[in-house]
């Protein structure tokens, strides 16, 4: 076959248009579809080629989100009355008691699953002394998985905690998600920020080079 029908050439997704386009790519339009798989881009990776890169990088607001809602936590927790609290620490430690029954239900029916073929396998008899090697292996994973797989937690039955307690808990918790989020959304505005200075100094190296 000859060289020049096409059949010879193998273009990368991102050098199709200079090897199929009619007319080419411009460098400005090349450079622009292969920073999409480095810095500020990399999101775009897998998005179409011709997908346009913004201008402006905006903050995923997820971190943002679970902020104000560990903030409206916060002041709901501080001003709960004891009777809300003691209600709310009721139904916690109900739901508790059904998630430990539950998990303790499939925990021994996994265990009886796994020594009946424990069982199984350590009453075969191998075919030859190089099949003994096969036999210890499934022994082993089987305990191994007996030991991980069937162990109940919490170990213990669940206690319902006071209102004092309950408090305590629902505030510390609220204040703990305050600053993981408050620190997770000021990292994501630092991250847009810098991808959107990136993006920008790029293009303007471009017009530079125009």
Known sequence: MAIGQGEWFMPTGYTSDICYGEKGVSFQKFILTCARNFGATITM?????DALIPEE???DDYNHERLI???ANLTRALNMSDRQVLAASVKTYKDSCKSYLESLTKSRALRSRYETMLAQVRAWTPPS???YGLKDFMVEQLTMSIDHDCSTYPRRWPRQKSVTGYRKQIVKSAKWDIAYHSKGWAEEIDRAEKR????KQLRESLRNLS
Not at 45 to 49: G, K, M, N, T, V
Not at 196 to 199: D, H, M, Q, R
């Open 57 to 59: 990088f905006k903050p």
């Open 196 to 199: 959107t200075t990136w993006i």
């Open 45 to 49: 990776r897998d998005e179409p080629l």
């Open 69 to 71: 809602q560990a903030k």
């Open 129 to 131: 002394t190089d099949h």
